[in-house]
């Protein structure tokens, strides 16, 4: 198995989990790890990573987290120029995955962060 290439984060993206009041916990970021994978799996470039408190809009490709948004800093809770969605929870089968041409899953969990 081949070493993945370290997560970077942006400017933008590291500048708002510092002014945040919960930084990202070391599960947190293991869990957008793990929707990176589950992203790049679908084939996805352009990924929103949700989680419970957490929403990071990702290059999958280049595991690039664009922008970190603290869940109480999602006004509008809409997100575009994606190509994929996934929700990680941290309970593995719970864990769920979305993208073009798959079929969505439903997760009552992902309400709070994904209801519009």
């Not at 933008?12 to 793990?34: F, N, Q, T, V």
């Amino acid at each position: 198995m081949a070493l993945e290439e370290a997560l970077r984060f942006s400017r933008h993206a590291r500048e708002r989990m510092e002014r945040s009041a919960r930084a990202p916990s070391a599960e947190d970021l293991g869990r957008l790890e793990e929707g990176i994978r589950r992203a790049a799996g679908k084939g996805a470039r352009e990924a929103v990573v949700l989680m419970p408190g957490w929403a990071f809009i990702v290059s999958v490709p280049d595991r690039t987290v664009i922008t970190a948004i603290e869940e109480g800093r999602m006004a509008e809770r809409v997100f575009t120029g994606i190509d994929a969605a996934v929700w990680v929870d941290g309970k593995g089968a719970g864990s769920r995955a979305s993208s073009e041409g798959a079929r969505p899953h439903k997760n009552e969990d992902a309400g709070r962060l994904m209801s519009v």
